[in-house]
């Protein structure tokens, strides 16, 4: 085994170790070569130990150096702390407001839902009153000829705005329930996902 050979296998070795530590390492045994040259090549070698027994003793130096410092990350603790205190203060607030959104949404569900019942009611109500209508143009028309024909349009042009409405009705009755459906759709698949 020459210099390279001995540096390669050291080398795949300690590719776990952390990289200025892996440089430190390798700087260190580079340095070590030099310092013996090329004519005492073999002498080094022998002097370091095989590749496996040199990178298994610089990875537990490493590592009983690494346990000695303290956390270089206390500053990541704190915040953590701070993060979990913010938590805790943030629960008072956050829990009543998720509520008022969820009982926003359902108002606003409700409100729509009415503002549909009451055009459907008004479709209705123009419908009914349109036969009564048309059954008095009759009876007018024996008695003032014009009155029974304005009555009567009246009537035919209610029953007509009816039917229309009661198409627009169904089409936003369609619309409002898909609408809900997808809205409590998303609601129940992402809590299950998050399952």
Do not use: H
Request: overall charge neutral; some cysteine; hydrophobic content about 50%.
């Amino acid at each position: 085994m020459n210099r390279e050979e001995y540096m390669k296998s050291l080398s795949r070795r300690l590719k776990r170790l952390p990289k200025e530590d892996f440089e430190k390492a390798m700087a260190y045994y580079e340095e070590y070569f030099d310092d013996a040259g090329p004519e005492n090549e073999q002498q080094a070698i022998e002097d370091l130990g095989t590749p496996e027994m040199a990178a298994d003793q610089l990875i537990r130096e490493f590592a009983l150096e690494n346990a000695k410092e303290p956390p270089a990350s206390v500053k990541k603790g704190l915040s953590a702390v701070w993060v979990g205190v913010l938590a805790v203060f943030a629960v008072p607030v956050g829990v009543p407001l998720a509520l008022a959104v969820v009982v926003l949404l359902l108002a606003l569900v409700i409100v729509v839902g009415a503002l549909i019942f009451s055009v459907w009611i008004t479709a209705f109500a123009l419908m009914v009153c349109s036969v009564p209508c048309i059954l008095l143009s009759f009876y007018q028309m024996t008695v003032a000829f014009a009155d029974g024909i304005g009555t009567l349009g009246a009537g035919l042009v209610s029953l007509g705005v009816g039917v229309w409405v009661v198409f627009g009705s169904m089409a936003l009755s369609k619309w409002f329930l898909n609408v809900v459906t997808r809205m409590f759709g998303k609601l129940v698949g992402g809590k299950k996902r998050e399952k």
